[in-house]
């Protein structure tokens, strides 16, 4: 009765569009502690059958609960993907707290090939690298790539051979004869 799917349709009752996972368990904990509680008081009211509750029913079901959304629960579209191609690089020292940077070992090879003006995914096919569109957005969302496409662009643009220079004195000069 306390499951995941009644406990969000009663959230939802409540005006709650999208109920996060730890509001979720906690209705499912008060809904039970709630039937615990009205079944000690008041037992008559209820079949023997529904009385007798086993002790570990309600921590396995917040078990399940856990095992399909862990703490830390990412929803990262890359992350999947680098790890069964093996480029996803691990950034070394001590973690920081938040989510963890996704970065492939080809990130910057790509964004070097984009600073000419070349789209992401000719970019990618260019390099042999075949993701789905999804990927492809998380991928331009994705900060460390966009720092280092970011930082490539700027290079490329503070190259003498991007901008047109004035030319010197002499070579004025020379042009006139």
Known sequence: MCDEDVARAALRALGLRNPSPS????????NRAELEQQSALAPEFFSPRSVELPA????TDVDDFRRK???GYSKSNLDPVLREQGTLEKPGGVRKPGR???RATWFEAVAR???GGTTLRE???RHGITLDKRQIRALYRNKEFRRLYQEARYKHQHEDSYFKKRLTREERFRRML
């Open 23 to 30: 509001l979720v368990e906690n209705w499912i904990r008060a």
């Open 56 to 59: 570990a029913a309600p921590s």
């Open 69 to 71: 959304r862990p703490r």
């Open 100 to 102: 963890p940077p996704v």
């Open 113 to 115: 090939s984009m600073v």
């Open 123 to 125: 970019a990618l096919q």
